[in-house]
């Protein structure tokens, strides 16, 4: 017997059963977020909204422990959020301009102003010493703080949707609306490695240990790469038609994906062949309809633990269940 393709699939798609029920959630934002951002370890947040400005949450005590404002006596509009692999810096952007803090003290380094284009995407390194802007021209601006050095990369022929940026500082990887994703060296900009997508890459990621890359574009092809040689590991096993990412972050063991979307769902993935293990869906957004959210950030808090942060305002912890 037959079947319609369309039954095919939502026989696949059921097959993962979606959790909606988090083991522990707390509110961080009453009336929603723009960006947030989860540290490695998931014990430290930050979240911008027009509430609170920029908010940097301590997760294991559920604490506020700084706010911050961008721009001072004006509207909150800062879209982008980095924290340091570190957990030291947290980095924060709106379309013109980009500041520093300190997470240790709460203390401002630094505020700078971008003269042509607008901030797309942007990273920082550990102790905030390298900071990464990719920008709607096409260009990716890498700054040293201690020397005061602007690299310029210009690899790039249309505007920048992601960027991300290696612990110390030396590698950055890029994609762009040109279909493609660099990974180059940030002393020389010399490209490294070359990741080809058949549509604009939307979303890059960078593994902190240095194994591996990921790489989305905008439609459904996603895929993890060896950083070291450049080949290609696994790609995401994606039934939706689009899919299009706004969080990722690698397990520490490296045998696991975890990514976030703008439809509510967190999902977990294995490495090693793109296959989805877990799927969960976050809170909505309170009042929105349909019923929605982004998922801005996610983490693993333990082996069997995971956390989000969505514009909905709410960090939520789902529990993994490997069967």
Request: with cysteine; charged share 15%.
């Amino acid at each position: 017997m037959k079947y319609p393709v369309f039954f095919l699939v939502f026989l696949i798609v059921s097959c993962t059963k979606v959790e909606t029920t988090a083991l522990q959630q707390w509110q961080h934002v009453a009336q929603g977020s723009y960006a947030a951002e989860i540290a490695d370890n998931g014990k430290f947040a930050v979240v911008s909204s027009v509430q609170n400005g920029i908010a940097f949450w301590d997760l294991q005590q559920n604490a506020l422990t700084y706010q911050w404002q961008h721009q001072q006596d004006q509207e909150n509009l800062v879209f982008n959020l980095a924290l340091s692999p570190d957990n030291s810096h947290v980095l924060s952007a709106d379309q013109q301009n980009f500041a520093l803090w300190r997470t240790d003290n709460g203390a401002n380094v630094g505020f700078w102003q971008i003269d042509q284009s607008s901030i797309r995407d942007i990273a920082v390194s550990n102790n905030g010493a390298h900071l990464l802007i990719g920008k709607s021209d096409g260009a990716v601006q890498h700054i040293t703080l201690a020397s005061g050095r602007r690299l310029e990369f210009l690899g790039h022929t249309e505007k920048i949707n992601s960027v991300a940026l290696s612990p110390n500082g030396r590698y950055a990887l890029t994609g762009s609306n040109d279909y493609q994703a660099y990974l180059w060296d940030t002393d020389s900009a010399q490209i490294i490695h070359t990741f080809s997508h058949p549509s604009r890459v939307s979303t890059v990621a960078l593994d902190p240990q240095g194994r591996f890359a990921f790489t989305a574009d905008s439609q459904s092809m996603a895929r993890i790469w060896d950083v070291q040689t450049g080949a290609l590991i696994s790609s995401l096993q994606i039934i939706a038609r689009q899919q299009v990412f706004s969080a990722v972050r690698f397990s520490a063991d490296g045998k696991y994906l975890l990514t976030g979307a703008p439809t509510r769902n967190v999902v977990l993935w294995r490495v090693s062949d793109g296959k989805e293990l877990q799927r969960w869906r976050v809170m909505p957004r309170d009042g929105s309809r349909p019923a929605g959210a982004v998922v801005h950030a996610v983490a693993f808090l333990s082996p069997t633990r995971i956390i989000s942060e969505s514009s909905s305002g709410y960090a939520e912890v789902w529990e993994i269940n490997y069967e």
